[in-house]
């Protein structure tokens, strides 16, 4: 089919007044800024009516837009058109107050006029020197939110004595946030153990929960561990799917015994799958006993530790290593921004820092500052800071709280309605707000053992995706095909979550209806 607009005629009056080219032309930023902003404007206003999970096939794109780039200009017209055309209809919208799948991706206004700013400024602050103000108002919006964790000093740039040991820095995901950590407890490992260079990586083992998150995995390949080193501690119903800190004593002493080098132990707040929480208090202990290095992925619960009430989860962080968060999930900033707090800088940089002649200067060589480019994977990054920052600065602690409280409360009614039918189970406690719950299998119905539960459960996820009204996704726990029903999109209110209910009673209806009269 080609472009949705495809005739050069149409361009011809716009490239005949070009006099050179000015891509930044005030004038014209000004002009497409304002088009975008009512687009964004109308999508906001629109998106509760938009289908959550789009009828598209795999390739649709290619053929509503052109396959070769354009070789003359267009007016910006032109992509918006396309833009609403051809690319939102294609769009999972996260956005939507109807999204329940994974975890919410959460944004604001504030975070949105933050990031268009920092995009208009393209500032690369791999140095002091090179963005002095964007690096300073990262490591104060970091030290804001370890504030509000009330994480411990020795994780905070700045302490009331002047410059702590420990310090922060914003990556793009947990997974990179994994990648530098593990590289950092690999050298201090190899260094620990008298290894000449790497040659005793082959020695390194590191532990985590089966419930812990893949990425943590592909993170020690990457890291250079070798697979057959990475344990995977089986976890039960018995802790709730929780890290048992019995078990990972046994292996890690296991290995201990066995001439291997315990160096690093993935702690969990807030798994993927269920929301399980590892003690991290107990496992912190028990790692001190081979000197590993502890980190904390609290990617999407971390930010409701914000609240008083949810920072007991938390307990022992001051004696862990690292530990990340990631705003995008649950406080209300845009991707991507993930925090990672690291307990010793001169660790993390001294496994990533680089030097090279072009980028020498003062304020590096003065050791005054912490080029945040040495706490990284890459040299060139954005000013993520200023989206965090104008979120705290804009709505405070407080809102941020009430938001939080709101989207718990909303889980928390959902799982009472789905307790109240007994049709359906939770199927392991509410933490936060995620419910994951399931058509129970019942030996007085159609829906008899675990093969038909499955096959109802997978039926009902299917149907409910189809709808465009509602967008759940679904895991595995303790062998059970499971659906979650994760609650925080930042345009959600209780009567969405009531909607969806209903709409989960009615198809579930159909469902057991459709079996009995097979």
């Known amino acids: 089919m080609g472009s949705l607009d495809t005739n050069p005629a149409a361009y011809a009056a716009f490239a005949a007044d070009v006099e050179g080219f000015q891509p930044l032309n005030a004038d014209d930023v000004r002009s497409y800024l304002h088009k975008a902003v009512d687009f964004v404007y109308d999508y906001y206003k629109s998106v509760e009516s938009l289908p959550v999970l789009p009828g598209v096939e795999p390739g649709y794109l290619l053929r509503l837009l052109q396959s070769a780039p354009p070789s003359s200009s267009a007016p910006f017209d032109i992509a918006m058109k396309e833009l609403r055309e051809a690319v939102v209809p294609g769009m999972t919208h996260w956005a939507s107050p109807n999204f329940f799948a994974f975890f919410p991706a959460t944004n604001s206004a504030a975070a949105i006029a933050g990031e268009l700013i920092a995009s208009a400024m393209n500032t690369v602050g791999f140095t002091w020197q090179a963005a002095p103000a964007a690096t300073e108002l990262e490591v104060l ?20 004595g002047g410059r702590g040991t420990g310090g922060g820095v914003i990556l793009g995901t947990t997974s990179e946030a994994m990648l530098v950590t593990l590289v950092a407890a690999r050298d201090a490992a190899l260094r620990r153990s008298g290894s000449n260079g790497v040659a005793g990586i082959t020695r390194l083992t590191v532990y985590a929960a089966d419930q812990t998150h893949s990425t943590f995995f592909k993170a020690c390949r990457l890291a250079g561990f070798d697979p057959a080193n990475i344990r995977s501690i089986p976890t039960g119903a018995e802790t709730y799917y929780g890290l048992d800190p019995a078990r990972l004593l046994e292996a890690m002493q296991a ?5 291997l080098v315990p160096t690093y132990v993935c702690a969990t707040v807030g798994t993927t799958s269920s929301n399980a929480v590892d003690p991290v208090g107990a496992v912190a202990d028990v790692a001190a006993r081979f000197n590993a290095w502890v980190h904390v992925d609290a990617a999407y619960a971390g930010s409701a530790c914000i609240c008083p009430e949810f920072r007991h989860h938390l307990d022992g962080v001051e004696r862990v290593d690292s530990i990340s ?3 995008h999930k649950w406080l209300m900033t845009c991707l991507d921004c993930t925090c990672l707090y690291v307990r010793d800088t001169h660790r993390l940089t001294g496994s990533l820092e680089t030097n090279p002649e072009y980028l020498k200067n003062h304020a590096s060589d003065s050791g005054e500052v912490t080029d945040l480019k040495d706490m990284q994977v890459g040299v ?18 407080g809102k941020l709280q009430e938001h939080i409280r709101s989207d718990v409360a909303m889980a928390k009614t959902f799982e009472d309605l789905v307790r109240g039918d007994d049709r359906f189970e939770v199927v392991v406690p ?3 707000a995620l419910v994951c719950f399931r058509i129970r299998p019942r ?14 459960n997978r039926e009902l996820m299917e149907r409910l995706n189809k709808t465009g009204k ?21 345009l959600q209110e209780e009567r969405h979550v009531r909607s969806a209910w209903e709409l989960i009673k009615k198809t579930t209806t159909e469902i057991v209806a459709g079996e009995d009269h097979k």
């Open 380 to 397: 060139g990054r954005r000013f993520r800071g200023l989206k965090l920052w104008m979120v705290m600065r804009t709505y405070g602690a």
């Open 470 to 490: 509602a967008y759940v996704a679904h895991t595995v726990v303790g062998g059970r095909f499971v659906l979650r029903f994760a609650v925080g999109s930042s």
């Open 141 to 160: 919006a970091l030290d804001w939110l370890a504030q509000l964790l009330r994480l411990p000093a020795s994780f905070m740039n700045r302490t009331a």
């Open 443 to 456: 030996k007085s119905s159609i829906i008899a053992g675990e093969a038909e539960a499955e096959r109802a």
């Open 325 to 327: 968060m990631s705003p």
């Open 430 to 432: 509410r933490n936060f």
């Open 255 to 259: 290995d201990a015994d066995a001439g």
